[in-house]
């Protein structure tokens, strides 16, 4: 190998660049997601229909399932690889990577290799960067697609000739993979904006960016004329869906809406939710507190050297945040988006520059100083010291959220992980009862590559079924049955709370007969015996019984709901729930006696309830 590319490839920006890789790959094995959410198990399940079940063309269908860019690469990993949650995760988090990398070569091109290998360490330690950039969700892989148009049109800028036309393309065709992995991304075609005045760019080929766009798109929207009717298949699709989320006010009104995200990166300066007011962001830590001051640096010191491309950085960012703040997803009319933190994650990589940018100034300054002195004087502390701060704080962010928000992560997925690696992994493949919530929406995911489980919207799984369906207990004989007591006291994430009386009294009361596989996180799971049939007991017996496996399973909201109202109301709140609370710790023989002697039963709107005697001797 020659002696100066030897010495290229290992100088010390590169190997401080491999150091960074190492950090933030270990971030992302310490802090590892993969399907926590909602979209992500159905992202999951999305790209492994893909190109197995042909899709029907029509309006059923989520638009979410044309995110090509972002599905495609997910599916063609499942041809070779298991689905599982790694494999799931595997492409945006390898994007999330050429992110790090792509903001070290923008960085090094436009302000020098320090300041690239200074806007890698940032962005490989923002938070909402590490955890994300191992979960399957399009706000990793949309930054890196845009990222990416960016390097591509400074490459474009410094070439001539046909390499330069060439880049030109290739940076209008980055901004049209990341509008089929996200359809608001085309508002970064603004991006160009300020470019297209000048002739000379417009000789030298500005204008492929364009046909680079919208080229593809064309072909695109051609395909969907014809598997579809519709040349906007994918746009009308998109609003179909959203309309009803803007009328049942998912999506806020627009008076509800304004500067949402700008709350999101600076909680500090709105008033207090629910009685607490937040230093910082529970996603992005201090990284905006410190970056948004960097871009303004960038801004004024562009205006001093006459150097644009310190101020380019504060542009990206203006137009990303300038869309999600105030971009309409109505063609028809102004209507916001509903606005959620991790869109944010689209404005990391400019911030990240402006980081890169400060920290060199300020190390380059310390730098001359020590050159200039030859030894360490009391002038050069205070550089040395801001950089330290700096970089301190970054990391002060990002185990001050990470930790917490990885531990409330993994709580969600807790229960749906425990169901399936526990209990149905190794068990025969049958019907599985659920009681609803994000049952549906997680094991559709988990029991991959069986088809038979996966429900989507316009092709609902025969064999992952709703408690609530059924109208006969012959149903479910010869399948599985997960009770989710959550689901009957309202403590879950969507506020799910189910009446017993709207489910079969083996509800409440499992009969013998079920096979017990397991329980925990206040969920039970039975198999149930092919031709079973459903000999209801005695009302009396399934108060009594409905109560006592309540205190077993301890949950108290079913022994509580078999309790009669007179019962209850002879109590203050206090007493009560000590009462309840504290049942679990009698003794056997206290409660057998209060089972046996102290128990009477009264009707109560045509149920039978429990009175327990406490003052009989």
């Known amino acids: 190998m020659p002696k100066d590319v030897k010495k290229d490839l290992f100088n010390k920006y590169v190997i401080a660049l491999i150091l960074i890789f190492i950090l933030n790959a270990f971030l992302k094995w310490r802090f590892f997601c993969g399907l926590v959410m909602a979209d992500d198990f159905s992202y999951g399940v999305y790209a492994y229909r893909l190109f197995r079940i042909p899709l029907p063309w029509d309006m059923s269908i989520d638009f979410r399932m044309l995110r090509f860019s972002f599905l495609v690469p997910v599916s063609i990993l499942y041809k070779f690889l298991p689905t599982v949650e790694l494999t799931a995760v595997l492409f945006p988090m390898a994007l999330s990577f050429g992110t790090v990398f792509l903001v070290y070569l923008i960085g090094k091109k436009l302000y020098g290799p320090l300041a690239g290998v200074f ?55 980055s901004v049209f993979l990341s509008f089929i992995a996200r359809e608001n991304s085309y508002y970064f075609l603004l991006f160009y904006l300020p470019f297209i005045f000048d002739k000379k760019r417009w000789e030298k080929g500005l204008y492929l960016i364009g046909i680079g766009f919208a080229l593809p798109v064309l072909m695109l929207y051609t395909f969907y004329y014809f ?46 939710v629910a009685g607490k007011k937040f230093l910082f962001s529970d996603l992005y830590g201090l990284a905006f507190f410190l970056g948004v001051p960097c871009l303004v640096y960038c801004a004024i010191k562009s205006l001093k050297k006459h150097n644009w491309n310190f ?21 028809r009319n102004y209507q916001m988006m ?75 997925v ?30 559709s995911f988990f029991f991959l590559p069986d088809l038979r489980y996966a429900d989507v919207n316009w ?103 078999n309790l009669h109202p007179d ?32 128990v009477q039963f009264k009707e109560s709107n045509g149920k039978w309830k429990i009175i327990f005697d406490l003052n009989k001797g």
């Open 119 to 173: 806007a890698a360490l940032i962005i490989a330690t923002f938070p909402a960067d590490v955890l994300y950039g191992t979960m399957l969700l399009p706000d990793i892989v949309v930054p890196f697609y845009l990222t990416f148009a960016v390097w591509a049109f400074f490459n474009a800028e410094s070439a001539s000739g046909k390499k330069a036309k060439i880049w030109y393309v290739i940076s209008g065709f």
């Open 227 to 272: 598997k579809s009717g519709d040349f906007l298949y994918n746009l009308h699709l998109a609003q179909k869906h959203r309309d009803p989320l803007i009328k049942s006010g998912y999506i806020p009104k627009n008076a509800d809406n304004w500067y949402t995200q700008f709350y999101y990166m600076f909680p500090f300066f709105f008033r207090k």
């Open 311 to 331: 101020v380019f950085v504060l542009w990206w960012f203006l137009i990303c945040y300038l869309f999600l703040e105030f971009g309409t997803i109505s063609f």
């Open 338 to 412: 509903k606005k959620l933190p991790r869109f944010l994650l689209i404005l990391t990589p400019a911030l990240a520059l402006g980081y890169g940018v400060v920290l060199s100034d300020i190390f380059s300054v310390v730098r001359r100083k020590i050159k200039k002195a030859k030894r360490l004087t009391f002038s050069i502390v205070p550089g040395s010291v801001l950089i330290g701060i700096i970089i301190i704080l970054q990391f002060f962010s990002l185990f001050g959220v990470i930790v917490p928000r990885k531990m409330r992560m993994d709580a969600n």
């Open 414 to 443: 807790a229960k749906f992980r425990w169901t399936y690696n526990d209990v149905f992994k190794d068990l025969p493949h049958k019907p599985v009862y659920i009681t609803g919530g994000w049952w549906l929406n997680k094991l």
């Open 459 to 561: 092709d609902r799984s025969e064999i992952l079924r709703d408690l609530k369906e059924v109208k006969s207990s012959s149903e479910i004989s010869g399948s599985y049955i997960i009770i989710d007591r959550s689901h009957f006291n309202g403590n879950n994430d969507l506020r799910v709370r189910h009446s017993y009386d709207s489910f079969g009294s083996y509800m409440q009361l499992p009969p013998p007969e079920w096979k017990f596989l397991g329980n925990n996180y206040k969920v039970e799971i039975y198999e149930i015996p092919d031709g079973w049939e459903y000999m209801e007991p005695d009302g009396r017996e399934i108060a009594l019984g409905a109560f006592k496996h309540g205190i077993e399973i301890n949950d108290i909201m079913l022994a509580f709901n």
């Open 567 to 598: 019962f209850i109301s002879s109590f203050t709140r206090n007493q009560f729930w000590n009462f309840i609370i504290s049942f679990k710790d009698f003794s056997p023989e206290k409660r057998k006696e209060l089972y046996e002697k102290r």
